[in-house]
């Protein structure tokens, strides 16, 4: 079965930055078959996309709110996606989710796979 797992999140000053890992496996087709994004659920408020990236990496979208502060790769050798996250702001936390999908005329859309996230603090 599809098993993804989020790490590298924490607890960071304004203006620090943080690196999230997603490892995936289980997938039906090659990994590079997927997109892949980043998601965020804030406390009381809806899961929303982040950022995404094509199955080859040669494709983004972000978010207005990430844009320009938030990098979205991958290393389809190593089954993995990443979000490098800059300049950050307390508005930013949230428990952050990787996911598989797709992308249908440059909308990006989601599979129902999810991890179980991993928390991202920010807060002086």
């Known amino acids: 079965q599809v098993q993804l797992v989020e790490s590298g999140g924490g607890s960071v000053q304004p203006g620090g930055s943080l690196r999230l890992s997603c490892g995936a496996s289980?997938?039906?087709?090659?990994?590079?078959?997927?997109?892949m994004s980043w998601h965020r659920q804030a406390p009381g408020k809806e899961r929303e996309l982040v950022a995404a990236?094509?199955?080859?990496?040669?494709?983004?979208n972000y978010a207005d709110s990430v844009k320009g502060r938030f990098i979205i790769s991958r290393d389809n050798a190593k089954n993995t996606v990443y979000l490098q996250m800059n300049s950050l702001k307390p508005e930013d936390t949230a428990v952050y989710y990787c996911?598989?999908?797709?992308?249908?005329?440059?909308?990006?859309?989601?599979?129902?796979?999810w991890g179980q996230g991993t928390q991202v603090t920010v807060s002086s």
């Open positions: 996911n598989p999908g797709g992308f249908n005329s440059g909308n990006y859309f989601s599979y129902d796979y």
């Open positions: 289980g997938f039906t087709f090659y990994f590079d078959t997927y997109a």
């Open positions: 990236i094509t199955g080859a990496g040669d494709g983004t």
